[in-house]
């Protein structure tokens, strides 16, 4: 069965199209943004992760009441701000969570450890699928190959 992409307005291809980060964005509770970062300013360093559970709860004790989804696009939205204090960095697992990076050398570690690491293995597959697609229905495929008997 062979799916139609679905394209926004600027021609760009919308993989999830049943799911509107921009819309889910532009509707985020006014001030937001302000809270999680007062309350990511209390968990500096590493060694202070807060997890999105427990973020979500602290959230919620003082009038917003997000879901996970919410807490997750608004932290997407603060990264790429390039404003002060947008410097969040995450890991997941038991001990994951969040927390505001404490110097430059901090925030370079998390770049390379989780963010690079992740785009490298995206990209590897990436490649590995259109190898893999390529050799079954490109030129390499058996129906395209000329038979030598």
């Known amino acids: 069965m062979r799916r139609s992409i679905i394209f926004d307005n600027d021609g ?3 993989y999830n199209a049943g799911f509107s980060l921009k819309k889910l964005i532009d509707n985020m509770p006014v001030g937001l943004e302000r809270e999680i970062l007062r309350i990511l300013d209390f968990h500096r360093g590493h060694q202070n992760v807060i997890s999105r559970k427990t973020l979500i709860k602290n959230l919620d004790s003082i009038g917003f009441k997000v879901d996970d989804r919410k807490v ?3 932290i997407n939205k603060l990264r790429k701000s390039e404003k002060p204090g ?3 960095c995450s890991t997941g697992g038991i001990e994951g969570g969040y927390w505001m990076a404490e110097s430059q050398e ?3 570690e998390y770049i390379r450890q989780e963010q690079e690491s992740r ?3 995206f990209a590897k597959q990436t490649k590995a699928m259109r190898v893999a697609a390529e050799k079954y229905w490109g030129i390499y495929s058996p129906e395209k ?3 030598l008997f």
């Open 72 to 74: 997750r696009a608004c």
């Open 145 to 147: 190959q000329i038979s």
């Open 86 to 88: 947008s410097w969040i």
């Open 119 to 121: 785009l490298k293995d």
């Open 106 to 108: 901090e925030l370079e």
């Open 12 to 14: 760009n291809p919308v």
